[in-house]
T-cell receptor, first 112, second 113 residues
Framework: DVKVTQSSRYLVKRTGEKVFLECVQD?????MFWYRQDPGLGLRLIYF???????EKGDIPEGYSVSREKKERFSLILESASTNQTSMYLC???????????FGQGTRLTVV | GENVEQHPSTLSVQEGDSAVIKCTYS??????FPWYKQELGKRPQLIID???NVGEKKDQRIAVTLNKTAKHFSLHITETQPEDSAVYFC????????????WGAGTKLIIKP
């Protein structure tokens, strides 16, 4: 019963490459989020979107951008990948901040 | 900025014993406090949440308590089982945002057989 799907489970990219992480949800949620998960640091918000073409920066937006052209799809873009962006990336969607968030399975990105 | 502190970072308990994880939040206007469980290699999933109009909520072996005066809330797991082994995250909503949650750093719960 998968509701939030991320395009890749594992990804290896070279330094300087432009990287696209895709996320699709089928629950018609208004809000979508991209988090970065590192050991001991919990879930850190990169960007979120509360409507099509709308976006807001989270806690760690530097080096990232996002795109939301359709309600069900939210893309995270690493403009020029660097080794310090090696991490687990989690996408989530929810009807609002005070309601359950549904997460994707995560993308383990390694930048070499 | 607002934050949520979560303790301990690692908790090891004997199977059958109880486990307690505590979180303290800074935004006094927060009124939604969820707990998520992330098993190894899997996605985080909501296990229980509480809103500020109640002080305690139970669901079988898990319970959450909220003390708004002290700005802390706790997750209680009784009669722990091997399948309770996971990382648990607490979170609190931001009053001035309809969208954002502030997350704790996570607690790795280990159930010893």
């Amino acid at each position: 019963d998968v509701k939030v799907t991320q395009s890749s489970r594992y990804l290896v990219k070279r330094t300087g490459e432009k990287v696209f992480l895709e996320c699709v949800q089928d629950m018609d949620h208004e809000n979508m989020f991209w988090y970065r998960q590192d050991p001991g640091l919990g879930l850190r918000l990169i960007y979120f979107s509360y409507d099509v073409k709308m976006k807001e920066k989270g806690d760690i937006p530097e080096g990232y951008s996002v795109s939301r052209e359709k309600k069900e799809r939210f893309s995270l873009i690493l403009e020029s990948a660097s080794t310090n962006q090696t991490s687990m990336y989690l996408c989530a969607s929810s009807p609002g901040g005070k309601y359950e968030a549904f997460f994707g399975q995560g993308t383990r990105l390694t930048v070499v | 900025g607002e934050n949520v502190e979560q303790h301990p970072s690692t908790l090891s308990v004997q199977e059958g014993d109880s486990a307690v994880i505590k979180c303290t939040y800074s935004d006094s206007a927060s009124n939604y406090f969820p707990w998520y469980k992330q098993e190894l290699g899997k996605r985080p999933q909501l296990i229980i949440d509480i809103r500020s109009n109640v002080g305690e909520k139970k669901d079988q072996r898990i319970a959450v308590t909220l003390n708004k005066t002290a700005k802390h809330f706790s997750l209680h797991i009784t009669e722990t089982q091997p399948e309770d082994s996971a990382v648990y995250f607490c979170a609190a909503d931001l009053m001035d945002s309809n969208y954002q949650l502030i997350w704790g750093a996570g607690t790795k719960l280990i159930i010893k057989p």
